[in-house]
């Protein structure tokens, strides 16, 4: 009999990472891992996940993927931020409470400003405020406290000035008037997305698992057209596709079926699998890379550090419109799909600037 497979550990894994930290308090339950993939820009920001893994392996296997997501996120958005992030383990329903979190703030202390946690899938602002008293390296936090609210508004102002430009690329100019957008997920971002696309004059379809979010969507904006499903809707008429629900947008059906000529939408991790990326180039579909046009919300949170104001931080998110540009010059200069080049320019920025803190100061 073969012995069972042990999962790799952290180390033989070879990712790259920094730090990993494994925090427990057993009275409230806490089992968190907080991930730092690199801090060569600056402090490591990214979200607190809360959910409820299968096992502890989905949850280092998240956090690691996550924390690398977030590194090149902020590199290719400009910020002088490293990449990090978080997960606590377990169901936020039963188990999140005060000193909970004020215990997973202690342990965020204790990396004394070389991780700064945020909300995310599970986390919301209130609950920064909680892990802002027992620490200082917080963002999101309410309004009430100072910050900067519901990131979704910048998130998708983001996505659609990545749309913009990939319009431009494809047709000529910079809108998208006229042009059929469909988008898969109409919640937070989705739903803000649909009102600039309804601004700039598309013609834009919605599908949700969620009849309440549709509902919405069209109670705004009437014109708006809905589908049953995301199938129906990657197989439709469309110019434009903006997948703004769960990741794993992107799998070989879809990109089979699909007639859009543009792909841009909010969802993280779009790309189902490695080589999708070619799949979608071979087919003359044109890629804008998940994590360069949804950097908006990050933008709006590492704003926060410097006191926020909203329009500096759309400022700063307008210029997702020029990233975007370079983006897909540098993917033609260079013959590769988008999301490499995406790759290349964030991995350049955190060699070259990076590097820089290597030059002795004398302090
Ligand atoms: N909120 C942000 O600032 C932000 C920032 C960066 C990236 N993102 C990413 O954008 C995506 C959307 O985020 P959000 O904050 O709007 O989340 P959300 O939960 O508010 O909205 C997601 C919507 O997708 C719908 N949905 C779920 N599964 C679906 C399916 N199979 N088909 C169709 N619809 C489905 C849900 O019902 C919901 O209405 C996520 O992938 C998130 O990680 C969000």
Redesign the pocket.
């Given at each position: 009999m073969t012995a069972p497979q042990q999962p790799l550990g952290v180390f033989a894994r070879g990712t790259g990472h920094e730090q990993v930290v494994f925090c427990h308090d057993e009275p409230t339950g806490l089992k968190a891992i907080i991930a730092i993939y690199s801090t060569a820009l600056g402090p490591a920001l990214g979200g607190t996940r809360f959910y409820p893994y299968a096992s502890e392996q989905d949850a280092l296997e998240d956090v690691l993927n996550l924390s690398r997501g977030m590194a090149y996120k902020a590199a290719l958005a400009g910020l002088d931020l490293g990449g990090g992030k978080a997960v606590i383990i377990g169901d936020p329903a039963k188990l999140k409470n005060e000193a909970l979190l004020r215990a997973y703030g202690r342990f965020v202390e204790s990396l004394d400003g070389r991780y700064y946690t945020a909300c995310d899938v599970g986390t919301f602002s209130e609950d920064m405020d909680h892990i802002a008293r027992e620490c200082s390296f917080v963002t999101g936090r309410t309004v009430a406290h100072g910050g900067a609210g519901d990131?979704?508004v910048l998130?998708a102002f983001g996505v659609f000035q990545g749309m913009r430009a990939a319009a431009e690329i494809t047709w000529g100019t910079p809108t998208l008037h006229g042009r059929t957008v469909g988008v898969?997920?109409?919640?937070?971002?989705?739903h803000h997305l649909v009102t600039h696309l309804v601004e700039d004059g598309a013609d834009v379809v919605v599908?949700?698992?969620?009849p309440e979010?549709v509902a919405r969507v069209q109670t705004e904006h009437p014109g708006v057209r809905a589908v049953d499903t995301?199938t129906e809707l990657v197989a439709g008429d469309l110019d434009v596709y903006a997948p703004?629900?769960?990741?794993g947008a992107l799998d070989d059906a879809t990109v089979d079926v699909l007639r859009a000529r543009i792909v841009c939408g909010?969802?993280?991790n779009q790309l189902a699998h490695e080589g999708i990326e070619k799949s979608l180039q071979d087919r003359g579909i044109l890629y804008a890379p998940d994590y360069m046009v949804?950097a908006g919300?990050l933008i709006q949170v590492a704003d926060e550090l410097e006191g926020f104001s909203f329009e500096r931080a759309k400022q700063r998110a307008a210029k997702i419109f020029d990233t975007t540009a370079q983006v897909f010059a540098l993917a033609a200069d260079e013959g590769v799909p988008p999301a490499v080049a995406a790759d290349r320019i964030a991995e350049r920025r955190m060699n070259e600037v990076g590097r820089l803190r290597g030059i002795w100061l004398g302090r």
């Open positions: 990131s979704s998130t898969a997920g109409v919640g937070k971002v989705g599908t949700d698992v969620n979010a995301t703004c629900a769960l990741g909010a969802a993280n949804n919300g």
